[in-house]
């Protein structure tokens, strides 16, 4: 079972604009990531996001976690035809022993 | 620097028939992980290892063998493939017991017939 959904399932913006991608989860955890993935490519680790931070950021993303909400989103500000991917959210907890759980993903394309 | 290397990239196999899957990390890292992906359902892990000569059970292990007698080497073993087992299969290291971050390789697409 997927521990993380993320929403919307596919994104399609034109560059220079704002792309924001939410990530929902169901247990209590210890942390959240977001990897990206270009087609035919492995995962490449974005950000951590730990359960006592409400947001971080990196260049041109942002990730914001609530964890009374038990969400977290990731945005990427002006966006570039290269940030054309999937993003994943996956989280861990300690009772998960040292499993990291993914979602499905958010298909994001940007447009030139 | 290779971090994470997977052989083989593309395989075919027809069902009953088995094989191997190499993952090798040259990172020093303590922690493999295996993982299938498919459409629509993200990544689940198969396997993982904290350790050399240690492994245990993910949330999909069923069908599938690991070994880790080297730390730099996971092997992911299909003893008797089957068409549900299609799939892209992917590796992936850690340094902490935090998972975090997964460097991963670039995927071993297999299709069983």
């Known amino acids: 079972s997927q521990q993380g959904e993320e929403d919307p399932q596919a994104l399609s913006i034109q560059e220079g604009e704002n792309a924001t991608m939410n990530c929902s989860y169901k247990?209590?955890?210890?942390?959240l990531q977001w990897y990206r993935q270009n087609s035919g490519r492995g995962l490449v680790h974005l950000i951590l996001?730990?359960?006592?931070?409400r947001e971080k950021h990196s260049g041109r993303l942002r990730v914001t976690l609530d964890t009374s909400k038990k969400s977290s989103s990731l945005l990427i500000t002006a966006s570039r035809a290269a940030d054309t991917a999937s993003y994943f959210c996956?989280?861990?907890?300690?009772?998960?022993?040292?499993?990291?759980?993914f979602g499905g993903g958010t298909r994001l394309m940007v447009k030139p | 620097n290779a971090g994470v290397t997977q052989t083989p990239k593309f395989r075919v196999l027809k069902t009953g028939q088995s094989m191997t899957l190499l993952c090798a990390q040259d990172?020093?890292?303590?922690?493999m992980y295996w993982y299938r992906q498919d459409p629509g359902m993200g990544l689940r892990l198969i396997h993982y290892?904290?350790?050399?000569?240690?492994?245990a059970k993910g949330e999909v292990p069923d069908g599938y063998n690991v070994s880790r007698l080297k730390k730099q080497n996971f092997l992911l073993g299909l003893e008797s493939a089957a068409p549900s087992q299609t799939s892209v299969y992917f590796c992936?290291?850690?340094?902490?017991?935090?998972?975090?971050?997964?460097?991963f390789g670039n995927g071993t697409r297999l299709t069983v017939t």
């Open positions: 992936a290291s850690s340094f902490g017991p935090e998972a975090a971050p997964l460097h």
């Open positions: 996956a989280t861990h907890a300690w009772n998960a022993g040292n499993m990291l759980t």
């Open positions: 990172m020093n890292h303590e922690y």
């Open positions: 996001i730990r359960s006592n931070e």
């Open positions: 290892s904290v350790g050399e000569g240690t492994t």
């Open positions: 247990t209590s955890i210890n942390n």
